[in-house]
Structure formats: structure tokens, C-alpha cells
């Protein structure tokens, strides 16, 4: 079997329905799932936020969104996570399970990134549940190291860590 052919880029409107779409199959009779993919294309159409693909073969396998505004659900009001001005909050970072370790999430960050810094943003900041160790340290190495704030979300402890860009 041949190695698929990856890219990067920003989601159109049709690849973003196509990744909600996987990710609602996924949980099926999870009314949060069709509800987060409501406010996520909407924000995106709005231009609250940016959805960013990892294609395989031109099929969406993996995501990150750029969320750029406090009024965006995942953020809350927090000014410290996203201010519409100077820091941007990277969320729903995700691919699929065949398609990790080939480093195509890194490639989708530093893609964002770039974005981001292009776009006025200053700082990045991410989230975390404390019982990833492996994602924080990815997080860590990709030098979001600076502390933001904490939370209980659902029950589990999420860590919020920011980077200068």
C-alpha cells in the first residue's frame, strides 16, 4: 500500500462539513458533537475562527481551529485564551488515529502559526487535559510554555499554556 499524499491548508466550507461529519459518526447519539459543528462552521463563516485540514489523498483526516474571538464557545469570555486582537486560541487539535506520529499535526501547527502571526496575533494559546502527558509534552516542546490559567471541564482538569509567536 502507498504512503498517502498529505498537505495542510485551510478548511474550505465542504472539507469542514466533511470533518464535523466524521467526527459526529464517531459518537453517535452524542447531541454535543452536532452542536459543536453548528457553532463551529458558523464561527468560521463569521470569521470568529479558522479551521485548518490535514488532508490525506485530498479527504480530510485531521484539524486544528484558530479561534480568534472571546464570543466563540470554547473560550468563554476568557480575554486570557483569545481577545480578538493580540491572542488566538488553538482548539480541537485532532487527527485520525492511522495518521498519527507522521508528523503532519506539527506541519498543520506551524501552519497555523504562521497564520496566526500574519493575521496580528501576538500569542497563541492551547489547551490541555492534565491526564495527556503525552500531549503536554508535545505542547511543551512545541514551546507553549507559559502557564495561562486552569480548569474543570466535564470533570477533567484542563491546563492552558500560551507562546509568544
Known amino acids: 500500500m502507498n504512503e498517502p499524499v498529505y ?3 485551510p478548511a474550505s466550507e465542504a472539507e469542514l462539513a466533511r470533518i464535523w461529519q466524521k467526527s459526529i459518526d464517531a459518537h453517535p447519539g452524542d447531541a454535543r458533537w452536532p452542536s459543536w459543528a453548528a457553532q463551529y462552521i458558523e464561527d468560521n463563516r463569521r470569521g470568529l475562527c479558522q479551521t485548518f485540514a490535514v488532508l490525506a489523498d485530498g ?5 486544528g481551529t484558530l479561534l ?3 464570543k466563540c464557545g470554547a473560550v468563554g469570555g476568557r480575554l486570557e485564551l483569545a481577545d480578538g486582537k493580540t491572542i488566538a486560541n488553538v482548539n480541537a487539535l485532532r487527527i485520525e488515529k492511522a495518521h498519527e506520529g507522521k508528523g503532519q499535526i506539527s506541519k498543520m501547527m506551524r501552519l497555523m502559526e504562521k497564520s496566526a502571526k500574519e493575521a496580528g496575533f501576538q500569542a ?3 489547551g490541555v487535559e492534565a491526564a495527556e502527558a503525552r500531549n503536554l509534552a508535545i505542547y511543551l516542546h512545541w514551546g507553549y510554555a507559559r502557564f495561562v490559567c486552569s480548569e474543570f471541564d466535564g470533570g477533567a482538569l484542563v ?3 500560551s507562546k509568544t509567536l
Not at 479527504?59 to 484539524?63: A, D
Open 7 to 9: 498537505s495542510c491548508k
Open 59 to 63: 479527504e480530510p483526516i485531521g484539524e
Open 68 to 70: 480568534f474571538s472571546p
Open 124 to 126: 497563541l494559546s492551547i
Open 159 to 161: 491546563l492552558y499554556y
